[in-house]
């Protein structure tokens, strides 16, 4: 084991953040016992608002449902650009990094103005309306945030696919949501390849008939199919509208966004995030997790179609009138020393990746870092899965010289925004934890009949109170987010993972307890990529495990069964991988195939994962019982077949 070593608040960090310990627990204290009166403030702090809300929160986690700021009106493109103009018109809101490394660009928050305005315009022109659904299936290119500030200007509710979805995927999230529009461009870019978007719009819209608008962004100029009627540039749309587009006022609960996220069963759901609350959680967390200071030059990594983009590199920098990095580019492209290039050239302050790139870059060597200055840089972030305390030593000492502060950042797509992180002027650190609960947030440890664990101790992650960013419904299907993450604790959030709290009362999440996998960061559920291996005629059983990853965290195991009759092969197997890539996307590929003559099950034919989960991990002692297996021969002849040893 790697010794955990604590990391205390450095004085001249504690000397420049908002908040200190004392603060912190004064705050946190208050928020949990008069949330009412600290949350009324916070939203007068941080929001501009046509007209006060009736009532701060009203909620009843057993029945899922939360309200915050019932009543009140306000726009979240106003709140995260027209309030600015008048003093910060010409800051720059977005600094742009091309993939190609001679390609960047500045925009202000006029020009952000004036773009999202017009393209909201090209929308109503088209017909959308406050409520329509718009899906942006886009690169990492300013014209994503204007998508999405488009969208929330008049009160669209956009669903953002992330580019690196396949057009079958596509489809279904198009017409989950009932899409009619979607923003798209001819291609993106990343790592020197070309993804073709456009075509897969294409592709994607043979099965959408509601679809009768299509925006795309001019990228690369490649050559894109095109439909009369039904698509047309942006460039030259914008060009046919007014300058001049008013901010609609949205009640504080009108849905803002919906974000499909992969869950243990079934398809995707659509995580749907309301208005005011969302955003507040959104610029507050920004403001003190990353201690964001007026000037900051704050980079976000991740990509605008998961969360971590929409609450870290568009909403929450930009209601705080920050300085937002977009880079549509990898880590190590055009070599593994671009991130830190990135950081010198654009003079970035505070860093927010994953650990997995971390982990990636680790394997590199320190040269690639050390060729670097890095010398603006104050504070780095991690977000998407645990960090290990490797990594997290080396992100401390290589790439922060042991001058910044890591947040450890946890959060859901469900949540909105971070629940449980270190405050930087507040928190002393230790590897791996995401240490305290931020505002308002009282996490709790349950045990299996679902009692609360007190101090220390290790059990199932829960939320025991609504807090502003709160999922409000899984789009189309409301029983079904009640059922998910409401009913299995009666009175809590249930968040799926699994944690730790030490005698400091931190938190150390050790992942997910359910059947969702993180590789790389990306979400992705076992009963989607079983359900893609399946529908291979040779298929007739699959059973999809998550197994540790050096790199990715974890990696995908599948154990595939064959139809009587048919062999296993190299190239059933490429067979298998291009399936899933068509079903959902290249990054939800099995690292690992097993060809599994049978698989455990119980008498009443359920799949036994937990075996499974054994033999994926090489963990072979200790395997639990299997006197309940129909047939407990088959574990052996896996376990001699096992791919990860
Ligand atoms: C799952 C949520 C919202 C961030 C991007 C991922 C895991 C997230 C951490 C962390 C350990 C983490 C959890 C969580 N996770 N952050 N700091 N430490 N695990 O959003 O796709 O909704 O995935 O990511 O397992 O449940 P997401």
Redesign the pocket.
């Known amino acids: 084991m790697f010794e955990i070593t604590r990391h205390p608040v450095a004085d001249a960090v504690r000397q420049r953040a908002h908040l200190d310990n004392d603060a912190y627990l004064r705050l946190y204290q208050q928020s949990v016992e008069q949330p009412d009166t600290f949350w009324a403030e916070q939203a007068k702090a941080f929001l501009s608002w046509f007209k006060p809300w009736d009532q701060v929160h009203s909620s009843d986690l057993k029945q899922g449902r939360a309200e915050w700021f019932k009543g009140g009106q306000l726009n979240v493109a106003y709140n995260c650009i027209d309030r600015h103009l008048q003093q910060r018109g010409e800051q720059v809101a977005i600094i742009w990094e091309g993939d190609n490394p001679a390609e960047s660009a500045h925009i202000t928050y006029n020009k952000l103005h004036h773009n999202v305005s017009r393209l909201a315009n090209v929308l109503k022109r088209r017909g959308v309306k406050k409520g329509d659904r718009v899906c942006i299936y886009m690169p990492m290119v300013p014209e994503a945030a204007y998508a999405m500030l488009a969208c929330a200007r008049i009160g669209a509710v956009h669903s953002v696919v992330f580019g690196g979805f396949s057009p079958d995927a596509l489809r279904d999230r198009i017409l989950d949501a009932d899409c009619r529009t979607v923003i798209t461009a001819d291609e993106g870019v990343r790592g020197g390849k070309y993804i073709p978007l456009k075509s897969n719009v294409d592709k994607a819209l043979q099965s959408c008939p509601n679809v009768s608008t299509v925006v795309v962004v001019e990228r690369t100029q490649g050559d894109v199919a095109w439909v009369e009627g039904r698509d047309l540039w942006y460039h030259q749309a914008l060009k046919e509208v007014e300058a001049d587009c008013p901010a609609e006022p949205m009640d504080a609960e009108d849905p803002l966004f919906i974000l499909y ?1 992969s869950g243990s069963t079934g398809k995707p759901k659509g995580v749907l995030h309301t208005t005011g609350g969302y955003l507040l959680g959104a610029a507050m967390t920004h403001k003190y997790v990353f201690d964001y200071h007026e000037g900051d030059i704050y980079w976000c990594t991740a990509d605008v179609g ?3 983009g929409h609450s870290y590199i568009v909403y929450g920098p930009l209601a705080n009138a920050a300085t937002t990095l977009m880079f549509e580019g990898v880590p190590n492209y055009p070599d593994a020393s671009r991130f830190w290039q990135v950081i010198d050239k654009h003079q970035v302050n505070t860093f927010y990746t994953a650990p997995t790139a971390l982990r990636a870059l680790m394997r590199e060597g320190e040269a690639p870092v050390k060729s670097t200055s890095r010398s603006s840089l104050r504070l780095l972030g ?6 290990n305390p490797e990594a997290w030593e080396w992100y401390f000492h290589v790439v922060g010289d042991m001058r910044c502060p890591i947040v ?8 909105g925004s971070i629940l449980i992180t270190p405050l930087p002027g507040a928190t002393d650190l230790k590897p791996g934890s ?1 240490t305290r609960p931020f505002f308002g947030v009282q996490p709790v440890l349950l045990d299996e009949q679902g009692k609360e664990i007190d101090g220390p101790g290790s059990g199932v992650l829960a939320i025991k109170a609504s807090w502003p960013s709160q999922i409000r419904s899984v789009y189309g299907d409301h029983q079904r987010m009640i059922d998910t993450y409401f009913k299995p604790y009666p009175g809590y959030y249930f ?3 699994g944690a730790r709290r030490d005698e400091d009362g931190y938190y150390w ?1 050790t ?2 307890v359910d059947d ?1 996998i ?1 590789v790389s ?3 992705i559920g076992t009963a989607e990529v079983e359900s893609a291996l399946v529908l291979h005629d040779a298929v007739a059983e699959a059973a999809v495990v998550g197994y540790p990853h050096d790199v990715k965290g974890q990696g995908i195991y599948a154990y595939v069964t064959l139809m009587n009759g048919q062999e296993p092969s190299d190239e059933l197997k490429k067979d298998l991988l291009a399936l899933v890539g068509k079903e959902i996307g290249s990054f939800a590929k099995p690292e690992l195939i097993q060809w599994a003559p049978g698989l455990p099950k119980t008498r009443s034919g359920k799949i036994m994962r937990r075996i499974l989960r054994k033999i994926a991990c090489n963990e072979l002692e200790n395997m639990g019982d299997t006197s309940t297996l129909a047939d407990p021969s088959v574990v052996d002849s896996l376990i001699d077949q096992r791919l990860n040893r």
């Open positions: 996220t998961w969360v971590t991690t977000v998407g899965e645990p960090i450890d950042t946890w959060w859901q797509t469900e949540t995401a968040t799926g993972d999440i992942g997910r969702v993180n960061g990306h979400r």
